[in-house]
């Protein structure tokens, strides 16, 4: 039984025009499609189900990574949206943390397929298109000091 999952492809609508951040979330990307062309094949094996728990590790601490950069380029601006922003990454973090707990000891199907697939994907790409985007149009807004 594999779960219905997508894939997720990077496109112009996502880019924020902050090279760093949009380097990120394409590698983040990259990652998660990895991620979830694991998912999609069989995982009820004990060794196929650890490599997908050590990816679905590596995502979390990839996104950890990058909101810790996200959050650093903020701060430096003295971003208003600062408080906020952060929020939404520690609730991400804490879903994923989650659902990795009980992918660990209930083990991947097709029901937590879809919550991964929902939070690292659609979550993710609201966050870049709503959340990121602002942060990006202040950052763009703000005169270079010189």
């Not at 039984?1 to 496109?11: D, N, Q």
């Not at 990652?31 to 998912?39: E, G, I, S, T």
């Not at 990574?65 to 952060?86: D, N, T, V």
């Not at 937590?112 to 790409?125: A, D, Q, S, T």
């Amino acid at each position: 039984m594999t779960a219905e999952v997508r894939s997720v492809e990077w496109s112009v609508d996502l880019e924020t025009g902050v090279e760093t951040v949009d380097e990120q979330h394409r590698q983040y990307f990259n990652l998660l499609n990895h991620y979830l062309a694991k998912a999609t094949e069989n995982a009820s094996g004990s060794e196929q189900a650890f490599d997908l728990l050590k990816k679905f590790k590596f995502l979390y601490e990839y996104a950890e990574e990058h909101f810790s950069s996200e959050e650093a380029i903020m701060k430096e601006a003295g971003y208003p949206g600062y408080e906020s922003h952060r929020q939404a990454h520690l609730y991400f973090l804490e879903h994923l943390e989650e659902l990795y707990a009980r992918m660990k000891t209930q083990g991947f199907s097709m029901s937590l397929g879809r919550e991964v697939n929902y939070y690292i994907i659609e979550w993710f790409v609201e966050h870049i298109r709503r959340t990121d985007k602002k942060l990006a149009g202040f950052l763009k807004a703000k005169p270079v000091e010189g």
